[in-house]
């Protein structure tokens, strides 16, 4: 058990909805990141917040978008979904911002019909 | 810019065999390099990680990673495969400066253990 939390573990939607994926970093962790697995894609870096503000971007899509929360926890939200969104998403906690280990979160399986 | 590539998304071995997972990186600054694990239906574990100094890494259950500069290249090894190592790997790149730890990871290989 990494102690990073993620709600839900599995979502199942239709094309065109809006999810919301939370997770609750380790406790005394600051930096937040979103990745997204899929088979074509791999592992991807999506988003990163630190302590409440947003710190780098990687490949996220217009329509995702995230925030981090005032008690750490963040939230990943996803609208106008395609069936190329589902895929399997995690979120990661480390202490500070920059190259230390990041500790993940079980996932969250996003299945778009 | 950074990148990671491991060679091989499949790798099969006996157990009781040495296990070595390549992974090759490019980076134009000084990289921090990690290895994660994942097992069937679970999150991400890190098996080890090199920062600075020793370019012998040990990690978790059995695994070393060693870096070599002049080979831009970080590779897993085990000297004896258990059946419990059966998992997909990953090999990752920290994206340098302190600003941000993103990670960029290689495509994964499946690691089969053979009885």
């Known amino acids: 058990d990494s102690g990073v939390t993620q709600t839900p573990k599995h979502l199942i939607t239709a094309t065109g909805q809006r999810v919301t994926l939370r997770c609750s970093p380790r406790?005394?962790?600051?930096?937040v990141y979103w990745y997204q697995q899929s088979l074509d894609q791999g592992l991807q870096f999506l988003i990163q917040y630190y302590n409440g503000e947003e710190r780098a971007k990687g490949n996220i899509l217009e329509r995702f978008s995230a925030q981090q929360f005032p008690d750490l926890h963040s939230e990943l939200n996803l609208s106008s979904l395609e069936l190329g969104d589902s895929a399997l998403y995690f979120c990661?906690?480390?202490?500070?911002?920059?190259?230390?280990?990041?500790?993940f979160g079980p996932g969250t399986r996003l299945l778009v019909l | 810019a950074q990148s990671v590539t491991q060679l091989g998304s499949h790798v099969s071995v006996s157990e009781g065999a040495l296990v070595l997972l390549r992974c090759n990186y490019s980076?134009?600054?000084?990289?921090?390099l990690f290895w994660y694990v994942q097992y069937p239906n679970q999150g991400l574990q890190l098996l080890l990680k090199y920062t600075t100094g020793a370019t012998l890494v040990k990690g978790i259950n059995g695994f070393e990673a060693e870096f070599k500069k002049s080979e831009t290249s970080f590779h897993l090894t085990k000297p004896s495969a258990h059946m419990s190592d059966a998992a997909e790997y990953f090999c990752?790149?920290?994206?340098?400066?302190?600003?941000?730890?993103?990670?960029?990871f290689g495509q994964g290989t499946t690691l089969q253990v053979k009885p």
């Open positions: 980076s134009s600054v000084p990289p921090y």
């Open positions: 990661a906690s480390s202490k500070t911002a920059s190259q230390e280990t990041q500790y």
């Open positions: 990752a790149v920290s994206v340098g400066s302190g600003n941000t730890g993103k990670l960029i």
């Open positions: 406790s005394g962790d600051l930096s």
